[in-house]
């Protein structure tokens, strides 16, 4: 363990083994530090905070504040859960949950969190998220793994956000993104899948031409959006990965979807 003489951490604080905290950082009294976690300087740890073996946190981040929640009750015990292996870069900001929301914020393993990105209270980020600069995350968002969200974007409290999906930059995103799917603008809408990012991601060029032609089924102008699932999960029940497209936009009938323009 390497703690600078600058740096101010709790004794009460759970520091686990070759955990590096630099100049000029501040470690409240109910953080946990995992194996390997470094602090590089001037970060505020506080709050009922983990973070996971091997993350770095840069410089003038802030994980585990309050939730910007005006009916948050500041006495009650809520969490800021941080993943494995996450590089979390200057400025970012990260808050704990409310008791309405399940008291917890979750963030997953080997995750990207570019300068001045934010996530909010009560989301839940998977693995291998990439945000890019100042991309900001409303309350309760839920980011599934492999999601790239453009810089300056903003997204809606309550919104879904599928895997493999990919968001624009400076696009706001008010309805749900389905799963490998590709939005931008403001209002976000749906421009078709996320071509670039499952290529990348080594889908096999079979798989990606049967979600094409699912995603053509699902949003041409023929009948109902009820009816064109139902075509599709008729022709590529198979499909695990058009499945779960399908029960995504099924899942919560309360929610809309980006779709493309008309």
Not at 69 to 96: C, F, P, W, Y
Not at 180 to 192: I, K
Not at 212 to 241: H, I, K
Request: hydrophobic share 40%; glycine share 12%; with cysteine.
């Amino acid at each position: 363990m390497s703690i600078h003489p600058s740096a101010i951490v709790s004794e009460q604080a759970k520091i686990g083994a070759n955990v590096v905290i630099g100049p000029w950082c501040v470690v409240g009294h109910d953080v946990v530090l995992g194996d390997g976690v470094e602090l590089v300087s001037h970060v505020v740890i506080t709050g009922y905070t983990e973070i996971g073996a091997g993350s770095v946190v840069h410089p003038f981040a802030v994980l585990g504040g309050h939730p910007q929640h005006l009916a948050h009750d500041k006495s009650a015990v809520t969490r800021l859960i941080v993943g494995e292996r996450n590089q979390i870069r200057e400025h970012v900001t990260m808050h704990t949950g409310t008791v309405k929301g399940g008291s917890v914020t979750r963030v997953g393993n080997d995750c990207l969190f570019m300068v001045g990105s934010h996530v909010a209270h009560d989301c839940i980020v998977g693995n291998n998220v990439v945000m890019a600069n100042n991309a900001s995350l409303g309350g309760h968002v839920q980011v599934g793994e492999y999601v790239f969200l453009g810089g300056l974007c903003g997204i809606h409290q309550f919104a879904r956000i599928g895997r493999y999906s990919f968001v624009g930059g400076a696009a706001m995103v008010t309805k749900d993104v389905i799963p490998y799917g590709s939005v931008w603008g403001n209002h976000a809408r749906l421009e078709g899948l996320n071509l670039v990012g499952l290529k990348r991601r080594g889908f096999s060029r079979d798989l990606i031409l049967s979600l094409r032609t699912a995603y053509r089924m699902m949003f041409a102008d023929e009948g109902t959006l009820q009816e064109r699932l139902d075509d599709v999960l008729e022709n590529f029940s198979e499909v695990p990965q058009i499945v779960e497209i399908v029960n995504f936009i099924r899942e919560d009938s309360n929610r809309p979807i980006c779709l493309p323009v008309e």
